[in-house]
């Protein structure tokens, strides 16, 4: 049961992940994702099928932590006002938000703890708070394309920005592939997302 409340929690999480970025473009005077009615919460308009329901779900059922991405909102910095600037915000908009969902589950915990006494919607709030937490940590490593790595970008010269882009929106397979080898032979930072997740267990008690 609690590896199914990870795997409920993951959806929502990622979409509303998705469209703090494309709200925040939006702000700065990049309409993309607005034009292409992905400031939606329709969970069907940002859907990955394997990063979504797939990676997550093999993730759980491996007792692995659980995360996953969302199909990302289109974005285009040149649309910006001040893209140099603005392009940091929009990138951390969506793990800011995850961390206000951890926080929301955190709370909805302490209700459960004091006042509910509900073990199963006790459990979603760990599940829910937790997942948020990892994916907000997940997507703050500074390696594209994660959200992070926006921090990367603001010492990137300004005539280089074209490549770096190109490259960042074709990153994806290789960030996978780097995670994989990590994992099976470097070992380096594996723990983190565990710990981290234990981290915000351990508060509750």
């Known amino acids: 049961m609690f590896y199914w409340f990870y795997f409920i929690s993951l959806v929502p999480s990622v979409v509303l992940h998705e469209v703090a970025h494309g709200y925040v473009a939006n702000l700065f005077g990049d309409p993309t994702a607005k034009e292409q009615h992905r400031l939606t ?12 329901i797939l990676m997550p779900a093999l993730l759980v059922f491996s007792h692995l932590p ?18 140099r600037k603005q392009v940091l915000w929009m990138a951390l908009a969506g793990p800011a938000v995850n961390i206000v969902l951890s926080a929301v589950g955190f709370a909805f915990c302490e209700f459960e703890i004091h006042v509910g006494h509900n073990v199963n919607e006790f459990t979603f709030g760990v599940a829910f708070g937790t997942v948020n937490l990892i994916l907000a940590v997940f997507n703050m490593l500074p390696i594209p394309p994660l959200d992070g790595s926006a921090i990367i970008e603001r010492f990137i010269p300004t005539r280089h920005l074209p490549s770096y882009y190109h490259f960042r929106q074709r990153a994806l397979p290789f960030f996978f592939i780097f995670i994989i080898l990590d994992y099976s ?20 008690f």
């Open 41 to 52: 919460l329709n969970p069907l308009r940002h859907v990955d099928p394997f990063g979504t």
């Open 66 to 83: 659980a995360f996953g991405y969302a199909k990302p909102v289109p974005v285009n910095p040149s649309r910006m006002r001040n893209p």
């Open 185 to 204: 032979f470097f070992h380096v930072g594996t723990n983190l997302l565990p710990d981290v997740a234990t981290w915000w267990q351990n508060l509750l």
